[in-house]
């Protein structure tokens, strides 16, 4: 148990629905992540929160939405997907402001999309 | 940028054996951190070591060990007396210096699978 839980673990979804990943820490932290996993490729940083306050997003498409309404808590809204979406999003979180701690995972929310 | 190689995609060890996985890197900071994680089937990643940029000894954290070769860009991850358990994703990953969060930049990974 690393004090960060994600919901649902398995989700699957039709292009045209609307969904949201859930994620919870437990640890006091300040920054929040969320990752992408999809086969064969390296994990991808989506989204960065620090304080609440979005501090990085890698030119990810509209169709994902990220939503921090306080230190403990972060959202990825869905909407539109595509196929090729698929893939394990993990979220995280570390202390904030000490740019070189360990990121704390949780394990994950399986994504298909159909 | 940062850049993450991991060269091994599937390693075979024998149980009790140890293994080292491999990991080289690229950067510009002069100052970053090195990460291993490990990621069984059920999906979490699970920290297993860091390395500081500045840190004068190699980790060492139980059974794992990091083999930091700084002049090389290597920060490979031994296991010694593998176990049946470690079969799992092994992740090697980099840090960029951010105050405002620590964005890992990871590898591909390494299969580790443990032979009884």
């Known amino acids: 148990e690393t004090g960060v839980t994600q919901t649902p673990r398995h989700l699957v979804m039709g292009m045209t629905n609307k969904k949201s990943l859930k994620c919870e820490q437990h640890?006091?932290?300040?920054?929040m992540y969320w990752y992408k996993q999809s086969a064969k490729k390296p994990l991808e940083l989506m989204f960065v929160?620090?304080?609440?306050?979005?501090?990085e997003n890698n030119s990810v498409p509209s169709r994902f939405s990220p939503e921090c309404p306080n230190s403990s808590h972060l959202f990825l809204h869905l909407h539109t997907l595509q196929p090729e979406d698929s893939a394990l999003y993990l979220c995280?979180?570390?202390?904030?402001?000490?740019?070189?701690?360990?990121?704390?995972f949780g394990s994950g929310t399986q994504l298909s999309v159909l | 940028a940062q850049k993450i190689t991991q060269t091994q995609p599937g390693m075979f060890v024998q149980e009790k054996e140890a293994v080292t996985l491999d990991c080289t890197y690229d950067?510009?900071?002069?100052?970053?951190?090195l990460f291993w994680y490990k990621q069984p089937s059920s999906g979490e990643m699970i920290f297993l070591i860091y390395?500081?940029?500045?840190?004068?000894q190699n980790a060492t954290e139980g059974r794992y060990s990091l083999n930091f070769q700084k002049a090389r860009k290597s920060a490979n991850l031994v296991i010694s007396a593998s176990q049946l358990g470690d079969s799992a994703m092994y992740f090697c990953?980099?840090?960029?210096?951010?105050?405002?969060?620590?964005?890992?930049?990871f590898g591909g990974g390494t299969r580790l699978m443990v032979k009884p």
């Open positions: 390395q500081g940029s500045y840190d004068q």
């Open positions: 990953a980099m840090s960029r210096n951010n105050n405002a969060g620590n964005m890992l930049t």
């Open positions: 929160y620090s304080l609440e306050e979005r501090v």
């Open positions: 640890l006091g932290h300040n920054a």
């Open positions: 950067t510009s900071d002069p100052s970053y951190g």
């Open positions: 995280a979180s570390s202390p904030q402001g000490k740019g070189l701690e360990k990121l704390f």
